[in-house]
């Protein structure tokens, strides 16, 4: 398998590069960093909900959409990330995605461990210090013909910033989720004092990922890769994608519950479920679903069948045993898979925004 090594590009280019090799069904791992800040979301978020877009635009920070899962990011310089593409046809890797997290999260545990951070995996996936303290985030999803793993070292960790680019209802509530950050977040430097070379974590990482994937090949990166990943670029930035799930929403979508008539409501709710946040907003009339979206920072593969969950409950009665069979079954059928967040989760989600 070859290793991607290509330092700090261009901040879109550094995600970007992932999902043109996937397209072109090429596996590798590729480890790299922006150049500049920049903001990503993850697929089955609302843009406009969860981040402050007039904070990023008026100090140049851009904001994308990613094809993976998961919540709003802050990338800079002082993370290092890695990207792993294996083929979905691959028969030497593991099938379940739980098992992959596993296979992803051994390197990243073991170079924190070198470089003096005691890590440890968390299920279902995070990599955390002993204290509980969160220094990485893995992520994954299913684009072209492979599945795609990301997460990061974090060499040094800007709280305040990722206050900063988060949409928040007021300042004084911005100021408790810096203090949130940085009392659960950490980094090589907070922990250890010390900020490592960044080849050394690099080698660090590459010499781990050898230990489960084989010989990696340092590579350069062909030329074709760089010019898909500027075609996508021209999509992956637009505002079609930046904000592409608003056409699914309702008209009372600004609001937590909007009363139309006697027997028909919208409403809007949050709910947290062990493998991440789902936000659920619904149209009821007599007890019936008429119509829902549902985004959140949860995981969920293949990532396109989130609409052929939301479809299957039209028409179903709102209580919470109808939509976990119902969901249940396209689980079956479409061979979904969200770790950490079970059909049961999404009924109970629905039911209280209902």
């Known amino acids: 398998m070859n290793v991607y090594r290509l330092g700090c590009l ?14 072109m069904g090429s596996e590798g791992l590729i480890i790299v960093s922006p150049k500049e800040r920049i903001v990503s979301i993850g697929y089955f978020q609302d843009t406009d909900k969860v981040v402050d877009l007039e904070y990023c635009k008026t100090h140049g920070i851009s904001v994308m959409r990613r094809e993976i899962g998961g919540g709003t990011t802050l990338l800079d310089q002082d993370q290092i990330f890695f990207q792993l593409l294996l083929r979905r046809d691959n028969p030497g890797f593991p099938r379940g995605i739980s098992a992959l997290y596993e296979l992803i999260a051994g390197p990243c545990v073991d170079t924190y461990r070198q470089l003096g951070v005691r890590a440890l995996f968390r299920p279902v996936n995070d990599v955390i210090t002993e204290e509980g303290r969160k220094v990485s ?60 070379p ?11 990922f050898e230990k489960s994937l084989g010989k990696l090949n340092e590579v ?10 500027r075609e996508l ?26 009363k139309i008539s006697s027997d028909v409501q919208v409403s809007e709710q949050s709910y947290k479920a062990p493998g991440g946040l789902i936000t659920v907003t619904c149209a009821v009339e007599g007890g019936i ?52 967040v079970l059909p049961l989760h999404f009924a109970e989600a629905i039911c209280k925004a209902s």
């Open 233 to 258: 670029g021209t999509k992956m930035m637009s505002d079609e994608f930046l904000f592409k799930r608003r056409d699914k929403k309702t008209d009372g979508e600004s609001y937590m519950k909007v």
């Open 10 to 23: 261009e901040g879109q280019m550094s995600m970007l590069i992932f999902h043109a090799l996937a397209r």
């Open 220 to 229: 350069p990166l062909p030329a074709e890769v760089y010019e898909k990943a």
């Open 137 to 196: 985030g893995l992520g994954g999803a299913d684009i072209g013909e492979c599945v795609v793993f990301v997460g990061n070292i974090i060499l040094n960790f800007d709280s305040r910033g990722m206050a900063n680019i988060l949409k928040v209802p007021s300042e004084k509530f911005r100021d408790k989720v810096f203090k949130s950050l940085e009392d659960n977040v950490s980094s090589v430097l907070k922990e250890t004092g010390k900020m490592p």
């Open 198 to 208: 960044r080849k050394e974590v690099e080698d660090l990482l590459i010499e781990n």
């Open 289 to 340: 679903i008429r119509d829902i979206s549902i985004t959140g920072d949860f995981t969920l593969y293949p990532k396109e069948r989130l609409r052929d969950i939301e479809d299957s409950l039209i028409g179903v009665r709102r209580h919470v045993s109808d939509i976990e069979e119902v969901i249940s079954k396209v689980y079956r059928d479409l061979s979904i898979d969200s770790p950490g």
